[in-house]
Every structure is written in structure tokens, then in C-alpha cells.
């Protein structure tokens, strides 16, 4: 990826934020200087997508952290993609480690919600660690293999999981390795203890196309300034 290519900042807030806290982070970020070569997108609580989508964001384009592996229909407590496109979302985190580990989500499952969200014309983030990249990807066409984005995201360095930001030597391996499954097309992203001291460090590679931010996406002074 070309380096004048702006950088994506995916905020992943997961399950810590309240309607309160959320419309409160939303008039903060309106009001903090951000860098203008970034593209922030914030992907809420699933049940806090509408109220996001009916704030005003123009700072932020919106996101959501899972899609069904299923379309719409009458399957009770679902959120398809085409619903979650209905109501502005453009990017869908799928396969997050917090996903694979607690609700034992398969590659498989992954797959499918990465066709439905590229059907509903949103941008799947497709997350994995290294031992996921050939598993991961053989699932997919090559037409999501081009228009994913793909988040490495090391288990070990995801601060609820351990906390061992990735060395930057590291990194730049595993995204070379997995740039060998995906091509050049598709942007990759890395993930895991991303901090006002080590943002930089991943952003300022031509090989990184962004971050994907848990603990520090929270606090929108923080969020803006990485
Ligand atoms: P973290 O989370 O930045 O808190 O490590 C990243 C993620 O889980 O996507």
C-alpha cells in the first residue's frame, strides 16, 4: 500500500460503553484536533449501533463488531448485515479473538458472515493470528480476499488477553506472511495494546494500513491523538 493512502484507526469499544458514555464520546471526539490522514471508524456495542447512527458523526464513519452468519429472516436476536447497512454501517469486525475464544466461533462462520457483509456492500475486518492466516483464507473467494480488510491481531498482545504489544519486527513478518495468502489489494491492520507510545511506531510503515484499537479507543482524546 502506498504510504499518501490514508491510515485506518478502527476503534473496537466491545462491550464497555453505555448509551450515556457513548453520546458523550461522540461530542468529545467532535472536539478534539484529529490527524488528517487518518480514517476513524468507531464500532460500538451491537445493541448501540442505531443510537450512533442517529447522532451526527461526520468525523467518524461507523462500524459494528459482528454480522450473522445469516441472512434476514426470522431468526430471533440476529443482526444480519443487510440490517446493520440499513442503518449506515460500512465496516463489520468479524472473527475477533474475543469471538473465537468465548463463543468457540469457527473460521468456517467467519467466512460466511464475510460473504453476507460483502453482499450488503459493507467492509468486512477480518481478524486473525498467524497460525489463522492459511485456515482462514483458503475459506475465502478471491473477491473477499481482495476487498477485506484483515486485522492481525496476535492473541497474546490484546490487552484483556495479555498485553505483550507485538514487536514491530514481528509484526512486519506476520503481515509480509499473510500478504502472501491475501495479495497486494487488500489493506491489513494490526491490533493489540495500541497506546499513545507505540502508535507511531506501527503507523509510520508503509506495510501497516491501520489500527485496531480496544482498550485506547475508549477515551476519545486518547482515540483521536494515536
Ligand atoms: P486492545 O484490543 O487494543 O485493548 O489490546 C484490541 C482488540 O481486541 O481488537
Given at each position: 500500500?502506498?504510504?499518501?493512502?490514508?491510515?485506518?484507526l478502527?476503534?473496537?469499544?466491545?462491550?464497555?460503553v453505555?448509551?450515556?458514555d457513548?453520546?458523550e464520546?461522540?461530542?468529545?471526539?467532535?472536539?478534539?484536533k484529529?490527524?488528517?490522514?487518518?480514517e476513524?471508524?468507531?464500532?460500538?456495542?451491537?445493541?448501540?449501533?442505531?443510537?450512533?447512527?442517529?447522532?451526527?458523526?461526520?468525523h467518524?464513519?461507523?462500524?459494528?463488531?459482528?454480522?450473522s452468519?445469516?441472512?434476514m429472516?426470522?431468526?430471533?436476536?440476529?443482526s444480519?448485515?443487510?440490517?446493520?447497512?440499513?442503518?449506515?454501517?460500512?465496516?463489520?469486525?468479524?472473527?475477533?479473538?474475543?469471538?473465537?475464544?468465548?463463543?468457540?466461533?469457527?473460521?468456517?462462520?467467519?467466512?460466511?458472515?464475510?460473504?453476507?457483509?460483502?453482499?450488503a456492500?459493507?467492509?468486512?475486518?477480518?481478524?486473525?493470528?498467524?497460525?489463522?492466516?492459511?485456515?482462514q483464507?483458503?475459506l475465502l473467494?478471491?473477491?473477499l480476499?481482495?476487498?477485506?480488510i484483515?486485522?492481525?491481531?496476535?492473541?497474546?498482545?490484546?490487552?484483556t488477553?495479555g498485553?505483550?504489544?507485538?514487536p514491530?519486527?514481528t509484526?512486519?513478518?506476520?503481515?509480509?506472511?499473510?500478504?502472501?495468502?491475501?495479495?497486494?489489494?487488500?489493506?491489513?491492520?494490526?491490533?493489540?495494546?495500541?497506546?499513545l507510545?507505540?502508535?507511531?511506531?506501527?503507523?509510520?510503515?508503509?506495510?501497516?494500513?491501520?489500527?485496531?484499537v480496544g482498550?485506547s479507543?475508549l477515551?476519545?482524546?486518547?482515540f483521536?491523538k494515536?
Amino acid at each position: 500500500m502506498s504510504s499518501t493512502k490514508k491510515k485506518l484507526l478502527v476503534a473496537n469499544w466491545k462491550a464497555n460503553v453505555l448509551k450515556h458514555d457513548a453520546q458523550e464520546w461522540v461530542q468529545h471526539f467532535s472536539q478534539q484536533k484529529r490527524r488528517e490522514h487518518h480514517e476513524y471508524v468507531v464500532c460500538p456495542p451491537q445493541p448501540l449501533v442505531g443510537v450512533l447512527a442517529a447522532s451526527s458523526h461526520p468525523h467518524f464513519t461507523l462500524g459494528a463488531q459482528d454480522a450473522s452468519t445469516l441472512e434476514m429472516g426470522a431468526y430471533t436476536g440476529e443482526s444480519p448485515a443487510s440490517i446493520l447497512a440499513s442503518l449506515g454501517v460500512r465496516y463489520v469486525i468479524l472473527g475477533h479473538s474475543e469471538r473465537r475464544k468465548y463463543f468457540k466461533e469457527s473460521s468456517i462462520e467467519v467466512a460466511q458472515k464475510a460473504e453476507l457483509v460483502l453482499a450488503a456492500e459493507l467492509t468486512p475486518i477480518i481478524c486473525l493470528d498467524s497460525n489463522q492466516f492459511e485456515e482462514q483464507t483458503e475459506l475465502l473467494n478471491a473477491t473477499l480476499r481482495e476487498k477485506s480488510i484483515f486485522a492481525y491481531e496476535p492473541v497474546h498482545a490484546i490487552s484483556t488477553f495479555g498485553g505483550q504489544e507485538d514487536p514491530l519486527s514481528t509484526t512486519l513478518e506476520a503481515i509480509a506472511q499473510l500478504r502472501e495468502y491475501v495479495g497486494n489489494e487488500s489493506r491489513i491492520l494490526y491490533g493489540g495494546s495500541v497506546d499513545l507510545e507505540n502508535s507511531l511506531t506501527y503507523l509510520q510503515e508503509d506495510a501497516i494500513d491501520g489500527l485496531l484499537v480496544g482498550k485506547s479507543s475508549l477515551n476519545p482524546e486518547i482515540f483521536a491523538k494515536l
